[in-house]
């Protein structure tokens, strides 16, 4: 187990740094004038230009300029909003609201989503069945915005059970709730079409039959034998979609107004402030990573056959 | 001081009557698929007494492993149904028994290996925890009670290193010491019945004595009555006792082994004997059984094995042969048993 | 396999059909044939693959044409879906806007498949270093997400191109192409080395036959299923994905019609005029839903244990 950990830690290391040059390239080495669209709709003022220049070093050969880039990322330097504020900081302040949306998204979608899987995966065919089916294909297909939208306007306009958008600067679990469910509803559907999935597969398989053979309960057989089984792949998928969200919640918390990353990342693209584009997506990009490194690591220890050998 | 043998029947409820441990009677199990209904099992009865070892012999097909399961009760009961039939064990009858109860008796009293121990090994769970499982479930015992019981069970089928081994997960063991953890796990609780489905036939040659032999010695040791699954007429000469052939469901002849290899009493088997390749042949063609198995849903009247048949007579098209009594102890279901026997 | 699978299949003769050709191909166009999803989403798709190609048979408005005076106009008073912020006529828009999704789903897929595949079968057919080289730099761009990495490239180039529907297009889809390379040559690389240690492809070797003629006649036809699947899948993905980068304002923008641009100025005035909202939600979701019963229909009607 312990060589397994270290060998995928020095896997991660050079896909850090590959991620870190190719974020770097497209923003500075693509064919255009880097300046281009980051000062909003108007051209940047030459101070501004020139500091930008010196600053990223966009006067020395490329590699130099990529060394420079990682130095100043390792020392925490993510460069500058176009009003001077160090883009770290609006990323300190905002982090705890994304991560508190991440977790409330996850929480829901796995609770309900394995819990839906597993009966659909013993009892299957039934009208619960066919309607989870339907309703997670529905899902799947509408995308995230869509979803978040007609969500807003049926659950919050119309019905108002839940606030329209957010108001305050550290949101409450009550105005987080609707977006996190629109979050997690695209997951919630994969994470429960994949545990049943992966149900019916151990159901058919040959260790449940010797378990049965065994004498053992059925609800010994399936709910420890089985279930251990087909919870690995759901897991590491829910997982995974930890880390996804984490980066990734740009659109629910712009339709929502939720004061995260994704809120700030919006509004930043829309200002056209590339500086803080870049920091942000670098930041995301380095945490989603990390979070896959873990995941990684716990499918080792779910999955004896990957760890062991 | 007990022997095992006391052991194992001192405190179980079921008792053995007059040595007999199970009584398969006109047992017939049919599956429902769209396609229409297919007689897997169509009238088969045999015996099995303590200490005896039963190989029941066929083609795939033929219904064997299906009267395996059918004994383990682990058949899909949809689309299984048994219509008719008995399944005594020690007496009482299995198929009738509540299924609370019958749970009980798998494991303890009727255990059963199958051909693939890979993949009818849990994979994510130790060896040690899957055998110690058995006595955690059925006895109570709690954790390390129970591993110790297993470390044992590993070192009485010869797995070495079994204490640190006790740990590790199925993948990591060869084919041949993944059959005997089955095994281990299979003869934990001393049952009396061990019904082995084509144990060997994923297993290289040498390997398949080794396991033949350790079947064997356990079942000596133990008392057990064993039932040997298998198509492989090789592999069940030095185990077994008596042998039973089937074919499409039905039994076509029984035997005790030595009379059956020496001369058999049925086409089929003679058929399965010739076609063994022999070094003494060498330059000759092998000689086969032509044809097929019938469809199951479509069973033709008469024999079953008319078509494939060289001595195929008019009544053998017409009328079922019934399985009688040839000479004392030797059954067939053939018209014409006594030919076969003098050929 | 249930217990009855195994009785009746090593029993049973197939019904009739033993003189046939049973090419996985023809087994499939059969069971894809009687299955009511496949027509449906065929039916759906080619509805929008119209839409993209001939808009005018479905409207004779033109979607840019702004009637200021009549701007949030509900259903029905003039217009099918009444009219955006701006006075457009909402139908028009919607019917327009296909031609952005179906033309990045597309060409996102064209790229993503050459690219993809061809790394992937090189990949996977050379092995050794060569391999390790690709699969590390794939690994690196499949570690960015899809929408990040596209919002960083997009970000670089902002305004290039972005009005022009079919510049706009091309834009998007090579970012999205960029990133989405990865998935597509994974595949195919899992697929070579399945094939690859067969006994055909060696003997195919062993007389001579050229890497690219292997790769042709014994390892593309297998692998091809599983392409399919997924292209389909993922074709519909990027439909998502193009509008969900309109709809940031990255991805194509004004005076270009994309449904992603019209629902996020719909969302604006979401409590009085929601149904500026509704209409091009609903041709974006059965867009997208289209793709993916498609693929899922593929799919089934290629799974070997459905027949």
Known sequence: MGTYIIRRLLQMIPVILGATFLIFTMVFALPGDPLAGKCGERPCPPAYAAEFRERYNLNDPLPVQYAKYVSNLVQGDLGETTNGIPVLDQLKT?????????????????????????????????????????????????????????????????????????????????????????????????????????????????????????????????????????????????????????GGAIVTEAIFNIPGIGGYLFRSIRARDGASVVGTVTVLVIVYLFVNLLVDLLYGLLDPRISHD | MTTIQDTQTAGSEYQPVDGLLLEVEDLFVEFHTPDGVATAINGVSFELRQGESLAIL????????????????????????????????????????????????????????????????????????????????????????????????????????????????????????????????????????????????????????????????LQEERHMGLILITHDLGVVADVADRIAVMYTGRLVETAEVHELYARPAHPYTKGLLDSIPRLDQKGQTLAAIGGLPPNLLRIPPGCPFNPRCHMARDVCRTDLPPLHEVTPGRFSACHYAEEVINA | MTEA??????????????????????????????????????????????????????????????????????????????????????????????????????????????????????????????????????????????????????????????????????????????????????????????????DYVQAARAL????????????????????????????????????????????????????????????????TTPHMLFFPSLFLSLAVLGFILLGDAVRDALDPKNR
């Open chain 2, 58 to 217: 066929g083609e795939s097909g033929s219904g064997k492993s299906v009267t395996a399961q059918a004994i383990m009760g682990i058949l899909d009961m949809p689309p299984a149904v048994i219509p008719s039939g008995h399944i005594r064990y020690c007496g009482q009858d299995l198929l009738t028994m509540p299924e609370e109860q019958r749970r009980k008796t798998r494991g303890p009293e009727i255990s059963m290996i199958f051909q693939d121990a890979l993949s009818s090994l849990n994979p994510v769970f130790p060896v040690g925890w899957q055998i110690a499982e058995m006595f955690r479930v059925h006895r109570g015992l709690n954790k390390s009670d129970a591993l110790e019981k297993a470390i044992g069970l590993m070192e009485r089928v010869s797995i070495p290193a079994a204490r640190e081994r006790v740990k590790a997960y199925p993948h990591q063991f060869s084919g041949g010491m993944r059959q005997r953890i089955m095994i281990a796990m299979a003869i934990a609780l001393d049952p009396a019945v061990l019904i082995a489905d084509e144990p060997t036939t994923a297993l290289d040659v040498t390997v398949q004595a080794q396991i033949m032999a350790l079947l064997q010695e």
């Open chain 3, 208 to 271: 001579g036959a050229s890497p690219s003629r292997i790769v042709r006649s014994h390892i593309l036809p297998n692998s091809v299923a599983p392409l399919i699947v997924v292209a389909t899948i993922s074709l519909g993905g990027y439909i998502a994905a193009e509008a969900t980068l309109s709809f940031l304002g990255i991805g194509l923008q004004a005076p270009a019609v994309s449904w992603g641009i019209d629902i996020s100025a719909a969302l604006v005035g979401l409590r």
């Open chain 1, 94 to 246: 905002r982090y705890p609201v994304t991560a508190k949306l991440a977790l409330m998204a996850i929480a829901f979608e796995a609770i309900i989503g394995i819990f839906v899987g597993v009966l659909t995966g013993i009892r299957r065919g039934g009208f619960l069945d066919n309607l989870v089916l339907i309703s997670t294909l529905v899902v799947i297909s509408i995308p995230v915005f869509v979803i978040g939208g007609v969500s807003q306007y049926f659950l919050g306009v119309k019905l108002g059970w839940f606030p329209v958008t957010v108001t305050s600067s550290n949101p409450s679990f009550y105005e987080l709730m609707l977006p996190a469910m629109v979050l997690g509803s695209l997951s919630l559907a994969y994470v429960s079409r994949l545990m049943r999935t992966s149900l019916v597969e151990n159901l058919r398989a040959d260790y449940l039959r010797t378990a049965v053979a065994k004498g053992l309960t059925k609800r010994r057989a399936i709910g420890l034998h089985a279930l251990r089984n087909s919870m690995i792949p759901v897991i590491t998928f829910i997982g995974f979609d930890f880390g996804a969200l984490l």
């Open chain 3, 5 to 198: 699978a195994a009785v009746v299949s090593e029993t049973v003769a197939p019904n009739g059909s033993s003189d046939e050709n049973r090419s996985l191909a023809s087994d499939a166009w059969r069971s894809l044939r009687k299955n009511p999803i496949f027509w449906a989403s065929a039916v759906l798709i080619s509805i929008f693959v119209l839409m993209a190609i001939f808009p005018s048979l479905f409207t004779s408005t033109d979607p840019r044409e702004a009637v200021l005076e009549e701007s949030r106009s509900r259903p029905g008073d003039g217009t099918w879906f009444g009219r955006d912020i701006q006075g457009y006529d909402i139908y028009a828009r919607c019917i327009y806007g296909a031609r952005a999704s179906i033309l990045v789903g597309v060409l996102t897929t064209i790229l993503t498949v050459s690219i993809g595949g061809f790394i992937g079968v090189m990949s996977g057919y050379l092995g050794g270093a060569a391999d390790a080289v690709m699969s590390r730099v794939g690994d690196v761009f499949f570690a960015i997400p899809l929408l990040l990495g596209a919002i960083i490239f997009l970000v670089s180039l902002p305004d290039f191109f972005s009005s022009n529907a079919f510049l706009g297009a091309l834009k998007v889809s090579l970012a999205l192409a960029v990133l989405g390379w990865p998935s597509m040559a994974r595949l195919m690389r899992s697929s070579v080395i399945q094939v690859k240690p067969n």
